[in-house]
């Protein structure tokens, strides 16, 4: 399995965005679907967005037209573009393989309002 470091979060304004990313150490990055997921305070966590090995995505949607997932495979990392970003995106954002259950330790997003 793969294993995820997250970075990229923060505090931002209402209507803001963000990116965060995330890189992959292991041997089956570039075959492997990778999803980003967030979990808020209390709540489980929730799917946002999956991208597979060739680049086909898909979306939660609650965050379909304001988030974008892509991949680099040269690099080992999925990014997770954030615009219009709300309060209610408030959470810890983490990455894994789809369906593994693998999340890296996640990165925190704020938004103010």
């Known amino acids: 399995q793969e294993q995820f470091v997250e970075s990229g979060g923060g505090l931002v304004q209402r209507g803001g965005s963000l990116r965060v990313s995330c890189v992959a150490s292991?041997?089956?990055?570039?075959?492997?679907?990778i999803g980003w997921y967030r979990q808020a305070l209390g709540k489980q966590r929730e799917f946002l967005a999956g991208i597979t090995g060739g680049g086909i995505t898909n979306y939660a949607a609650s965050v379909q037209g304001r988030f974008t997932i892509s991949r680099d495979n040269a690099k080992k990392m999925v990014s997770l573009q954030m615009n219009n970003l709300q309060p209610e995106d408030r959470a810890g954002y983490s990455c894994?393989?789809?369906?593994?259950?693998?999340w890296g330790p996640g990165t925190q997003v704020t938004v103010s309002s």
């Open positions: 292991g041997s089956a990055f570039s075959t492997s679907a």
């Open positions: 894994a393989q789809v369906g593994a259950r693998n």
